[in-house]
């Protein structure tokens, strides 16, 4: 297995919402409603947060028996609980997320976000609770290594608009003298499944999705990591409008400190490492500066 540098070539060998029948309203509720006087239910109802997810990327967040699951999904509910909030999920593409939410069709983000330079343009982050690499992928049975799947006319597939989508597209398809095609995909699913049937050579995922495949009996294999020291968080609209980071922030320190938010990882990554909480925080994220809400107080 070879490693790879994000910032260089360097190679050395590794290892629901509730829902409720149309009634028809009596004519003094509609005036009650007009008046101002709306229902107790009804506040309710519009006081839950829509959280935008991919329900398709575990361990983070997928649907399994009709059920949102994943360390975002479980996490979310901890903090909801911890901060009294309502907060219901909405499954939605991948390419669609951010935009959904930095026009405010949804409220806020809860997947393994990464947080990049060209996302702080136009959404605002929550502490970051993760770290991540990247791992290329290959079939198990095609024999395949490193050197063959970044070269000579390969094909390698990831999710489009994803962040590992746009480092291959810097650094292998835009590369002088690198004949690769690079395959954009809704999700890894269906990404994965294309590699096993043999339309593209490899995929490239988060290390922590690359493992998860491989946990649950997918044939695939690492052959190389991309080091990427990406942070991970949840994100809310640019400037906060609902005023959430805050909440979001004590939760995230809430469980982490309680002990639960390893609970829940560990539900689903068993081996995986708990990092310290914040991770890193990049300066060119705005609200990372100070004071953060709900971490500097």
């Given at each position: 297995?070879?490693?790879?540098?994000?910032?260089?070539?360097?190679?050395?060998?590794?290892?629901?919402?509730?829902?409720?029948?149309?009634?028809?309203?009596?004519?003094?509720?509609?005036?009650?409603?007009?008046?101002?006087?709306?229902?107790?239910?009804?506040?309710?109802?519009?006081?839950?947060?829509?959280?935008?997810?991919?329900?398709?990327?575990?361990?983070?967040?997928?649907?399994?028996?009709?059920?949102?699951?994943?360390?975002?999904?479980?996490?979310?509910?901890?903090?909801?609980?911890?901060?009294?909030?309502?907060?219901?999920?909405?499954?939605?593409?991948?390419?669609?997320?951010?935009?959904?939410?930095?026009?405010?069709?949804?409220?806020?983000?809860?997947?393994?976000?990464?947080?990049?330079?060209?996302?702080?343009?136009?959404?605002?982050?929550?502490?970051?609770?993760?770290?991540?690499?990247?791992?290329?992928?290959?079939?198990?049975?095609?024999?395949?290594?490193?050197?063959?799947?970044?070269?000579?006319?390969?094909?390698?597939?990831?999710?489009?608009?994803?962040?590992?989508?746009?480092?291959?597209?810097?650094?292998?398809?835009?590369?002088?003298?690198?004949?690769?095609?690079?395959?954009?995909?809704?999700?890894?699913?269906?990404?994965?499944?294309?590699?096993?049937?043999?339309?593209?050579?490899?995929?490239?995922?988060?290390?922590?999705?690359?493992?998860?495949?491989?946990?649950?009996?997918?044939?695939?294999?690492?052959?190389?990591?991309?080091?990427?020291?990406?942070?991970?968080?949840?994100?809310?609209?640019?400037?906060?409008?609902?005023?959430?980071?805050?909440?979001?922030?004590?939760?995230?320190?809430?469980?982490?400190?309680s002990g639960q938010w390893e609970e829940i990882?560990?539900?689903?990554?068993?081996?995986?490492?708990?990092?310290?909480?914040?991770?890193?925080?990049?300066?060119?994220?705005?609200?990372?500066?100070?004071?953060?809400?709900?971490?500097?107080?």
């Amino acid at each position: 297995m070879v490693e790879l540098s994000a910032g260089a070539w360097l190679f050395r060998p590794i290892q629901q919402k509730l829902t409720g029948r149309k009634t028809m309203m009596p004519r003094y509720l509609i005036a009650a409603v007009t008046a101002g006087l709306v229902s107790t239910s009804m506040a309710q109802a519009q006081d839950a947060y829509v959280a935008g997810v991919e329900a398709s990327f575990p361990p983070w967040a997928y649907v399994e028996e009709g059920e949102f699951k994943g360390i975002a999904i479980d996490a979310m509910r901890a903090i909801a609980e911890d901060q009294g909030l309502d907060v219901e999920f909405r499954d939605m593409p991948w390419p669609s997320l951010v935009p959904a939410l930095a026009q405010g069709r949804i409220d806020l983000l809860v997947t393994g976000l990464n947080v990049t330079p060209e996302r702080a343009e136009v959404l605002d982050f929550s502490i970051p609770w993760w770290e991540n690499d990247d791992e290329i992928l290959v079939a198990s049975d095609s024999g395949k290594n490193m050197i063959d799947v970044l070269c000579c006319g390969a094909t390698i597939g990831a999710q489009g608009g994803a962040t590992q989508y746009q480092w291959l597209e810097e650094n292998l398809v835009n590369r002088e003298g690198v004949d690769v095609t690079l395959r954009g995909y809704e999700d890894y699913v269906v990404a994965i499944e294309d590699m096993l049937a043999g339309r593209t050579d490899a995929v490239v995922t988060s290390t922590d999705t690359a493992e998860e495949f491989i946990s649950n009996g997918r044939p695939v294999t690492i052959v190389g990591t991309i080091q990427q020291n990406q942070p991970q968080a949840l994100a809310v609209q640019e400037g906060d409008p609902n005023e959430l980071l805050a909440s979001l922030n004590r939760g995230i320190l809430n469980i982490y400190a309680s002990g639960q938010w390893e609970e829940i990882v560990h539900e689903y990554s068993p081996q995986a490492s708990i990092r310290a909480i914040p991770t890193a925080m990049p300066d060119y994220v705005d609200s990372y500066q100070e004071p953060i809400p709900g971490y500097s107080e």
